[in-house]
């Protein structure tokens, strides 16, 4: 496998990281990884792409190498800054877009808000709540939200967090989240994504904070807003055996003016991981497309 190389840079006075994978001279393509995930889950899409674009995967604050936030807060609008940080400060744009879950909906809110910037956007499973989910989080009064959150980052402030004696350990906990991938593919991800402890055990980069969704968002009508003014040509990548909703069938996919929904069989929330060869294959048609 190609071995990307290691940068900083700063947003929001946090020292953030991010993977290059070279070719400075084809088009730039930003890969963007979920919560509580990091750059490396990209490697085995990134090494199949780097070819043809000048690929770039940045470390979400408070995730990887990225610098934790002092305040444990990690609000929607400090992550689409981060990106539009990165974009600007390296001058990627005009720049294609891939994000996975929380990163899809970075990339997909910073392609309506900088239209202009944006090639073409891929988001898998990146939409956020389906409509009923969110209709029944809206539906508890703004106070008992608060509340909730407040107790559950008090709860966060006690936590120590989890130690695994051995590499072992890590990876079968990351198997048990997600039965698609291979003992290859969860040795990858753990061995990029702990850290070694003094006593020689094992936790994981994240923020323990980012177990914890901020209490607030923008109103749904403002983020439908954002969908309806991506210019790009997108994509839509949902996995059959996913938790997540249809777009097509829950009616979010009729925001974007120009939107393909592409459902993946036996494949979960990662179909870039449950499904690489034909998610390579996909985008790659998708990315050159007219």
């Not at 904070?209 to 990548?237: G, I, K, M, N, S």
């Amino acid at each position: 496998m190609p071995r990307p190389t290691s940068h900083t840079y700063i947003s929001q006075r946090l020292r953030l990281h991010y993977f290059d994978w070279g070719n400075p001279d084809a088009p730039p393509l930003v890969l963007v990884h979920g919560g509580r995930d990091h750059a490396r889950n990209w490697d085995w899409v990134a090494e199949r792409l780097c070819d043809r674009w000048h690929i770039i995967a940045p470390d979400l604050r408070g995730h990887g190498d990225s610098e934790w936030t002092k305040d444990g807060n990690y609000a929607m609008p400090g992550y689409i800054y981060d990106l539009a940080q990165l974009i600007h400060q390296r001058q990627l744009a005009p720049v294609s877009l891939i994000g996975h879950s929380l990163g899809g909906n970075v990339a997909t809110r910073y392609a309506g808000i900088f239209s202009e910037n944006v090639k073409r956007l891929v988001s898998i499973e990146g939409l956020g709540l389906s409509p009923k989910a969110m209709a029944e989080r809206l539906a508890k009064p703004i106070s008992e939200r608060l509340r909730i959150w407040v107790e559950a980052q008090r709860g966060l402030a006690a936590r120590v967090p989890r130690r695994y004696a051995t590499i072992k350990d890590a990876i079968a906990r990351m198997q048990a989240a997600n039965k698609h991938l291979s003992l290859e593919q969860a040795s990858h991800l753990t061995r990029h994504g702990v850290t070694q402890n003094e006593d020689g055990s094992y936790s994981w980069k994240f923020d323990p904070y980012l177990h914890v969704f901020p209490p607030v968002d923008l109103p749904v009508a403002d983020v439908e807003r954002l969908w309806a003014q991506v210019a790009c040509p997108t994509l839509l990548v949902y996995g059959k055996e996913s938790w997540a909703s249809n777009p097509l069938e829950d009616g979010r996919a009729r925001h974007f003016k120009n939107a393909r929904v592409v459902m993946v069989e036996n494949a979960g929330h990662w179909v870039h991981h449950d499904r690489t060869d034909f998610f390579v294959e996909t985008v790659r048609d998708f990315l050159e497309g007219p």
